[in-house]
């Protein structure tokens, strides 16, 4: 369970939103709206733990993340908007390095087949930096293939830059994810179908409106 309360973000001499409060349960997905600068990529770091709301508190088990922080980064996987990849590594140095980090190495042979579930294998040695963006977004995405264990996925736009095949690919993973009683949040301006009747919303609009009105 990942719960959220009353969590307020102020970003300098704004505030974004207050007073948000959410639970995320095992097979749910939290769809987060609002307008460009309502603070969704905001909300997204403080739920990876990047950044300190200003108020409130967010709970992993039952516990304050930030008294289980090395425990509570095990149990997920961020890809933000700017995909985390380094330009003089290639593609295939990239997944691996980042999947590492992340808690969850992959031999060459994993790491091949999840950038395959991409279409991007051909690409493996390859730099980052000759890579297109969409290409790039790919890399980035593959590590969800590596990382069906980890039961908190964060995705920042995912769908972005993606032909169809590919966001066909993502629908499939993060449908996979959810059925296997794992957890997702993400962003997302496109119409997307992952094929799941348990989803969440959180509209940070309302909050930004009931801000004003306050």
């Not at 939103?17 to 995320?24: A, E, G, I, P, Q």
Request: with cysteine; charged share 25%; proline share 3%.
């Amino acid at each position: 369970m990942l719960e959220a309360r009353h969590l307020e973000c102020t970003r300098g001499e704004k505030k974004l939103f207050r007073d948000l409060s959410f639970k995320l349960g095992r097979g749910q997905l939290l769809r987060v709206a609002g307008a460009n600068g309502s603070g969704k990529t905001s909300l997204l770091r403080i739920m990876c733990g990047l950044l300190s709301p200003s108020a409130g508190e967010l709970r992993w088990q039952g516990r304050p993340i930030r008294a289980e922080r090395e425990e509570y980064s095990r149990n997920l996987v961020f890809i933000g908007h700017l995909n985390g990849l380094k330009d003089d590594l290639t593609a295939l140095e990239n997944l691996r390095f980042g999947a590492a980090l992340g808690g969850v190495p992959a031999d060459l042979d994993h790491a091949l087949a999840g950038l395959d579930r991409f279409g991007i294998a051909h690409c493996a040695e390859l730099p980052a930096k000759v890579l297109s963006q969409g290409q790039r977004r790919r890399v980035a995405l593959a590590r969800l293939a590596l990382s069906p264990k980890v039961p908190l996925w964060i995705l920042d736009e995912p769908f972005s830059a993606l032909d169809v095949t590919a966001v066909a690919e993502l629908e499939r993973l993060l449908a996979a994810h959810i059925a296997s009683g794992g957890m997702v949040v993400l962003t997302t301006h496109q119409e997307v179908q992952v094929v799941t009747h348990a989803v969440l919303r959180v509209d940070l609009d309302l909050h930004t409106a009931a801000l004003l009105a306050a």
